[in-house]
């Protein structure tokens, strides 16, 4: 049984930081590609951070110069650190690993809040 479980999330003052993890049970993260996402009340889910299984990165725009996505295989968990951070970066942050040509398989999320 796949699960994954995000932690991390929490309150913070524009500008600090925040260390988002997901914790993967059932499979191995260095053999799926996996990515955060983030949905805000009212808008669309969007893309945040991805890693390939070969190690490969993209952000979007958004999230360039102030996230940074890593991995660690030996821990099976994948960690969004977020700097800098601006009340629009307040979502909730899921978690997804799919491998490749197969399912999406997705976290519940942990809530970020980005408040003065």
């Known amino acids: 049984q796949v699960q994954l479980v995000e932690s991390g999330g929490g309150s913070v003052q524009p500008g600090g930081s925040l260390r988002l993890s997901c914790a993967a049970s059932?499979?191995?993260?260095?053999?799926?590609?996996t990515a955060w996402y983030r949905q805000a009340p009212g808008k669309q889910r969007e893309l945040v951070a991805s890693i390939t299984s070969g190690g490969s990165i993209y952000y979007p725009d958004s999230a360039k110069g102030r996230f940074t996505i890593s991995r660690d295989n030996v821990k099976n968990t994948v960690y969004l650190q977020m700097n800098n951070l601006k009340s629009e970066d307040t979502a909730i942050y899921l978690c997804?690993?799919?491998?490749?040509?197969?399912?999406?398989?997705w976290g519940k999320g942990t809530l970020v809040t980005v408040s003065s």
């Open positions: 997804k690993a799919r491998p490749a040509g197969g399912m999406d398989y």
């Open positions: 059932g499979i191995s993260f260095s053999m799926f590609h």
